[in-house]
């Protein structure tokens, strides 16, 4: 039996440490070489990509129908590029867990899209968009991809307006902007609260337009399960059928992972309930290096967990920190009183008590770590789920005394209506509870300035991929990523590769895919023949726990080394006592959750380790030990500038995981000067 | 609170279905509906029964994976999606009848999950603006006067979850189409393809075997993003219009 049970314990837990070298996770992974981005051309930024766009090799119209691409995901970054590269004429296959294109987790992104269109006049660009995407990412990310993303971030707002994508508008007609997430200029295009859907519908009907024309087949209720490795290049993916159970191949000259974000790794968090890491991590196993895995945004304004049965956390647009006044009792013994009962005098406004100058709108991660402060303080608000208030109130008492009700409405009427039938309770009258929830990863698998992953042939747009947020992400820039990835970035870039297709034919009988068959059959049997006590859900859950507890918003030396051993016991518990029913030629929900749940568990550890080792803080990643006598987060630029690669590295008895090689990238920055970050 | 819930069990789109009877305690009123179906997934699992298939994916309301016949009702009682539901609509002791939608054209594939493929194949039959990557304008080239963006903003909320067609007794997804009729139809973007596009949609429509619209109203009533009626009105004139033009 191969990548199944891993009951190794590789790294050395007795660890005895030169902890200010940076070097807190020796013992837990080898040295690797340094990895560099090859692709990116020399010269000044601003001309980069316009270099790269024209030495990436064209491919002749009439050879693209004999190219075949497989793409995995249809969200923003996966049915753009559908879209886009059949337009071109290539023979797409698309896939996606969900029974349709449409229902891919972009849709719930509420907020807007960023672009460099400057019609506002305030001195927005392409170098600002650029500098505020660096600066917000804490100077973790790769310089040239970011001016990338900033410069073709116009025409994605050109392409959607054509699509007709329903923009807010302004009354003489032309499109509306508003700021957001504290930058300073009007940079942020939306549909009202709901620019997510609009964005994807848009890609998903480009889509479906090349399904009718035949450049793109859609494979819907079909789930990756095994990357297609010949001769050191992807060409093909094994997926089963989530109806029938098929386990079927599907052969290509290239494979695109689009398949989103890994934040379900904490059970809760704001993602859908089937986005998942298996796609990344199967190919991970393959030889795809993993970036920044422990980059992770807790988003702070969301609904609190009720109880046990919570399954999900929903988010509340963080415009509400706009108005809305964040505060707890000072005194725990009013934690359970009325709110409206607790006198001012009796209230800390935390946020703007510890950051006067900019108050309730510090960024996300500051507004998240100060509100799980108070709340392990003992002054949460809220219901008590295992023993411990997780609440923060958000008081619009002040606003509505100032602005009127009904100005609030008009505002906020449409989160103020989720939040009453969420909660049901009326937040016009009580202030609203929320607390801070896992939102999105800026970790991923590595690419060059192609997007090509460390594998040749397998390229990675989108969330799935690391490149361009560094170690924390811009409101309204995952949105921009996701479109510039698929739309404009990976149809020039593929081709590149795809110019010297198509590659050597190969059949189902090829030893590779055999091999991958065989991984995929084993593990579904497996899981369907333990026959345990314990269900998916409850290890899920657990494993949600340890990872919130010790690498969620604030991590420790000692804390991500325990999380490192619970989480090994858990996994090898799970291969041995999950309880999974069914069959494997059916509709089997159950057994598609083991699947992904199996790759968390494994996940999951490599994030501790690679936090383990980020003795720094830098953006969503902070390191108690890393802080300054302030508090506040501290960065080791002398040490830590650069991106953390890792390679899977595969126990050779179990063929488990075994100890992960470090390849790092360091982070060079010509066009911006690194400085520390400051919102006191 | 302690609910009975009468569920429809099928094992696949070829077996016979019937309903099975499930007591549920200790359900919170802060649970949402599909939440209260996973505590019964999770005792019957533990129990050895194989739990109950049932579709759902960002559970916040925007995906348009879920949706159940409640109670007879497309998504519950009331106005939004099934995972929006919370336990607090309902009371201690109540009987819930859970079927999945009811239509034609909606197979069930296993206990309360459908195949709405067909709602694809309609997109596919002109529901978009055909502008390869690239050759757009600039965004600001073309204004649109607010007035007629806000009224394809509010159609273009449509989720696709298809409670209009479970609702509907001729099992009819006109509201769904004339959805996306008024969205692209309100845009100057969308006026050069605006006769193919509806004629293209129709004719998939009816192949899909979808019932025709008798103006029963049951769609926008079922609709969890109030879809009005008169969507309708609007894809009927665009028809009407597109078959005057020779389409």
Redesign the interface.
């Known amino acids: 039996m191969t990548d199944m049970p891993d009951t190794t314990l590789t790294g050395d837990p007795s660890h005895d440490a030169p902890a200010e070298h940076g070097d807190d996770a020796v013992g837990y992974y080898t040295p690797g070489d340094p990895i560099s981005d090859t692709k990116s051309p020399e010269g000044p930024i601003s001309e980069r990509w316009q270099t790269r766009k024209f030495e990436a090799r064209l491919v002749n119209p009439a050879n693209r129908r004999k190219l075949d691409i497989i793409i995995v995901g249809t969200g923003l970054a996966g049915g753009?590029a559908a879209?886009?590269l059949g337009?071109a004429g290539y023979n797409v296959k698309s896939f996606c867990y969900?029974?349709?294109?449409?229902?891919?987790?972009s849709?719930?992104a509420q907020g807007g899209i960023n672009a460099a269109?400057n019609?506002k006049e305030d001195g927005d660009s392409v170098h600002r968009l650029f500098y505020d995407t660096v600066k917000g990412g804490d100077y973790r990310s790769r310089e040239s991809n970011v001016y990338r993303l900033a410069e073709v971030s116009t025409?994605i707002?050109?392409?959607c307006?054509?699509?007709?994508v329903?923009?807010?508008?302004?009354?003489?007609?032309?499109?509306d902007n508003r700021s957001f997430g504290g930058v300073q200029v009007s940079r942020t295009f939306y549909?009202?609260g709901?620019t997510g859907?609009?964005l994807l519908?848009g890609a998903?009907?480009?889509m479906?337009?090349q399904?009718?024309a035949g450049t793109v087949e859609?494979f819907?209720r079909h789930e990756m399960l095994e990357l297609i490795v010949v001769d050191g290049k992807a060409r093909g993916i094994v997926a089963r059928d989530l109806?029938t159970g098929e386990i079927q191949t599907h052969l290509a000259d290239a494979v695109v992972l689009a398949s989103g974000g890994y934040g379900n790794v904490f059970y809760l968090s704001?993602n859908?309930?089937?986005s998942n890491v298996t796609a990344s991590w199967r190919a991970h196993r393959k030889g795809a290096y993993m970036a920044n895995p422990c980059y992770t945004q807790i988003h702070p304004t969301c609904i609190p967990v009720?109880?046990s049965?919570?399954?999900?956390l929903?988010?509340m647009s963080e415009s509400l920190r706009n108005d809305g006044r964040i505060w707890v009792p000072k005194s725990k013994a009013d934690c359970d009183k009325d709110p409206r009962q607790i006198p001012e005098a009796d209230r800390d406004y935390y946020l703007e008590r510890i950051y006067p100058s900019f108050g309730n709108l510090v960024p996300r991660d500051i507004a998240s770590r100060a509100a799980k402060n108070v709340c392990d303080e003992g002054r949460g608000v809220g219901p008590e789920v295992d023993g411990v208030r997780r609440g923060v109130y958000l008081d619009f008492g002040a606003a509505i005394e100032r602005l009127g009700r009904d100005a609030v409405e008009e505002k906020y009427g449409n989160l103020f209506d989720?939040y009453a039938?969420?909660?049901?309770e009326n937040p016009y009258e009580t202030p609203m509870r929320i607390y801070p929830a896992v939102h999105y990863v800026m970790g991923g698998l590595w690419v060059d300035y192609d997007l090509q992953s460390s594998i040749p042939g397998l390229f990675v747009t989108g969330e799935a991929n690391f490149s361009d947020h560094g170690a924390n992400r811009l409101g309204a820039s995952a949105l921009m990523q996701g479109l510039a990835d698929g739309?404009?970035v990976l149809?020039h870039t593929i081709r590149d590769y795809l110019v010297d297709g198509p590659f050597e034919k190969i059949d189902e009988s090829h030893p590779a895919v055999v091999e991958a068959r065989r991984s995929v059959q084993s593990r579904v049997d497996h899981l369907l023949s333990t026959n345990g006590t314990r269900?998916v859900?409850?290890y899920h859950r657990e494993l949600g726990n340890i990872m919130w507890e010790y690498c969620g918003m604030e991590r420790s030396e000692d804390g991500l080394r325990k999380a490192i051993d619970l989480i090994r016991t858990l996994r090898d518990d799970f291969w041995r006592n999950v309880?999974v029913?069914?069959t494997a030629e059916?509709?089997n929900?159950?057994l598609e959750k083991a699947g992904r749940v199996a790759d968390f568990l494994e996940l999951g550890e490599l994030m501790c380790i690679d936090a383990l080792n980020r003795r720094e803080s830098c953006g969503g990643h902070f390191r108690a030990e890393s802080q300054t006598e302030d508090g506040e987060a501290l960065r080791h630029d002398d040490q830590f500038a650069y991106v953390a690669a890792w390679e899977f590295g595969s126990d050779p008895d179990s063929g488990g995981m075994g100890l992960p090689v470090l390849h790092k990238e360091d982070l060079v920055y010509t066009a911006i000067e690194m400085k520390q970050r400051s919102y006191k | 609170m302690k609910v009975t819930l009468k569920i429809w069990r099928q094992p696949d789109a070829a077996s016979q279905g019937a309903m099975h009877t499930y007591e549920l305690d200790g359900v919170s009123e802060d649970m949402s509906f599909l939440e209260m179906l996973d505590v019964l997934n999770e005792d019957l699992v533990a129990r050895g029964e194989d739990p109950v298939a049932f579709d759902s994916d960002c559970r916040e309301g925007i995906c348009g994976m879920c949706g159940l016949m409640i109670n007879g009702q497309a998504h519950g009682p009331e106005v939004t999606t099934t995972c929006q539901l919370h336990m607090r609509s309902f009371k201690d002791g109540d009987e819930i009848v859970i079927e999945p939608w009811r239509a034609d054209a909606f197979p069930v594939v296993k206990d309360l999950v459908v195949d709405r493929g067909a709602f694809d194949r309609i997109i596919q039959a002109g529901g978009y603006i055909s502008v390869n990557t690239g050759s757009a304008p600039e965004a600001h080239s073309v204004p649109v006067p607010r007035d007629d963006a806000v009224r394809a903003f509010n159609v273009a909320t449509c989720i696709g979850c298809g409670a209009c067609v479970a609702a509907c007794p001729n099992g009819s997804a006109s509201l769904f189409m004339g959805a996306k009729v008024t969205h692209l139809g309100e845009l100057p973007q969308g006026q050069p393809e605006r006769d193919s596009r509806v004629v293209g949609m129709v004719a998939q429509h009816d192949a899909e075997g979808f019932g025709g619209c008798t103006n029963i109203g049951e769609c926008t009533a079922a609709c969890p993003k109030e879809i009005p009626l008169d969507v309708i009105s609007r894809l009927n004139w665009d028809l009407h219009a597109a078959l005057r033009h020779g389409h």
Do not use: C
Not at chain 1, 166 to 175: D, I, N, Q, T, V
Not at chain 1, 421 to 424: A, E, F, K
């Open positions: 753009s879209a886009t337009e969900q029974d349709s294109p449409r229902r891919a987790h849709i719930a269109k019609y025409n707002i050109d392409q307006v054509a699509q007709g329903p923009f807010a508008r302004e009354y003489g007609g032309l499109l549909a009202r709901q859907q609009q519908i998903y009907q480009a479906e337009r399904v009718a859609q819907t109806v704001t859908a309930m089937g009720t109880g049965h919570q399954s999900k929903t988010l989720m039938r969420i909660t049901g739309y404009f149809p269900s859900d409850s309880k029913l069914g059916s509709l929900q159950s």
